[in-house]
């Protein structure tokens, strides 16, 4: 069983930094890559970024590029996602993904497995 368990939300200024951290187990780490996903109060779900677990490959959406990194540690068999800069416009509820087969370095459009979330709120 694949469980994702998000931590490190919270309330931020805007311009603050926070680093959201998921601690990910039963993944066939072969095979698997996580990103992360976003929801903000009445919108869509939104793809942020995902990493392969080797680390090698990387991909963000525009409007993160140069504010969000994502990383993993594989001793700890964790995923994170630094965020700093942070806009009001970033408040959402932050979702830890991980999936089999979809590639890094397309905008994915869902995952096989997710956290249940935490929540990021940047005031203005």
């Known amino acids: 069983q694949v469980q994702l368990v998000e931590s490190g939300g919270g309330l931020v200024q805007a311009g603050g930094s926070l680093r959201l951290s998921c601690a990910a187990s039963?993944?066939?780490?072969?095979?698997?890559?996580l990103g992360w996903f976003r929801q903000a109060p009445g919108k869509e779900r939104e793809f942020v970024t995902a990493?392969?677990?080797?680390?090698?490959?990387?991909y963000y959406v525009d409007s993160m590029k140069g504010r969000f990194t994502i990383s993993r540690d594989i001793v700890k068999n964790t995923l994170y996602l630094q965020m700093y800069s942070l806009k009001p416009e970033d408040t959402a509820v932050y979702y830890c993904v991980a999936d089999e087969a979809r590639r890094v370095g397309v905008e994915w459009d869902g995952a096989d497995y997710w956290g249940k979330g935490t929540l990021v709120t940047v005031s203005s």
């Open positions: 990493i392969d677990w080797s680390g090698t490959s990387t």
């Open positions: 039963g993944l066939t780490v072969r095979s698997a890559a």
